[in-house]
């Protein structure tokens, strides 16, 4: 009997590391062999170059989902982030490309702190907070230019989204860096574990005093600056500001974190998982798409993955 559940142990512990990694593994080899052009060179760059925005978005939702939270707003963030950057950065300003990406930066960090206020300080649940900026956002950006696109970019502006230094896009340079920060954020420094203690349990996090509500409102601030700079990413990547820009993409964000193996329950998590998740979210867009697979029944591929992935949290939860 003791065999057995030490055996069962093993299995779950099994799963709950590298069972990401299984399913990544599993994934390429599938579209490697039903798309010959899928591991080339020029399908890999774009891959790469594609899966940055969400990429992103992950990241700071992975600092949300770890203390207990959830922001359904990013992907309008997204939206507003880059509409209000393009309006600086058309040519006709005149204005240099770096203010554009400050106004793109400015406005994702101002949204996230709502977010944070809201939700840490106004005792709004994160859901219904998050669930009335993602509305609130969308309707600020069709509003500021009456939802029509915004062209003319500047070159410079655009090199931030389609650019290279050699063979590497610029975006996915900018993630790297993105990431080691973020890794000795969360690992190495004080902040980082205040985060995990406050997901994990808030009451003994506050009585052993730390700043719960300053560590939440924290983490919606970064989740805002992230969806800021995948709104520069993707309006210099389509060369237009979009009213619509960033519709939708809160679900990639979310469906990474989790599958990354962050609990949504908060305190239990890695980031190391979540660049997994976002690299099959982005696996799965580019080879769904090179199979010609309705953008429909992608949205019920990962609607599934979400609600696979919470599962499999819950089964290997208790090990």
Not at 65 to 92: H, K, Q
Not at 114 to 135: C, D, E, Q, R
Not at 283 to 311: E, H, P, R, T
Request: net charge positive; glycine share 14%.
């Amino acid at each position: 009997m003791e065999k057995t559940e030490k055996k069962a142990f093993h299995i779950k512990d099994f799963i709950a590391h590298y069972g990401v990694i299984i399913g990544l593994i599993l994934i390429i080899a599938y579209f490697s062999i039903m798309r010959t052009k899928f591991l080339t060179m020029d399908n890999m760059v774009n891959m790469f170059r594609q899966m940055t925005i969400n990429g992103m978005l992950a990241i700071g939702m992975t600092f949300v989902v770890l203390t207990g939270g959830i922001d359904l707003s990013v992907g309008s963030i997204v939206g507003a982030s880059g509409m209000f950057s393009a309006l600086i950065a058309r040519t006709e300003t005149g204005c240099p490309w770096y203010l554009a990406v400050l106004v793109g930066l400015g406005i994702g960090l101002l949204l996230g702190a709502v977010n944070g206020i809201a939700v840490a300080y106004l005792k709004i649940p994160a859901f219904i907070a998050t669930l009335a900026m993602l509305s609130i956002a969308r309707g600020i950006t069709y509003m500021a230019t009456d939802a029509k696109p915004v062209p003319g970019l500047s070159e410079t502006f655009l090199k931030i989204g389609s650019g290279n230094i050699g063979i590497i896009p610029i975006p996915v340079i900018v993630l790297a860096v993105v990431l080691v920060i973020c890794f000795v954020v969360l690992y190495k420094t004080r902040y980082g574990r205040y985060v995990f203690a406050t997901g994990g349990n808030p009451v003994s996090a506050r009585v052993s005093g730390i700043n719960v509500k300053l560590i939440t409102c924290s983490v919606y601030i970064i989740s805002g600056v992230m969806a800021g700079v995948a709104g520069l990413i993707l309006t210099s990547r389509v060369t237009s500001g979009l009213a619509a820009g960033g519709d939708g993409y809160e679900v990639d964000a979310i469906a990474a974190a989790v599958i990354g193996g962050n609990s949504l329950s908060g305190g239990r998590g890695r980031l190391w998982g979540t660049i997994v998740g976002f690299v099959i979210m982005g696996v799965m867009n580019n080879g769904l798409d090179m199979m010609a697979v309705s953008s429909y029944w992608q949205l019920v591929i990962k609607g599934l993955i979400i609600s696979g992935a919470v599962m499999l949290d819950s089964l290997t939860k208790d090990k």
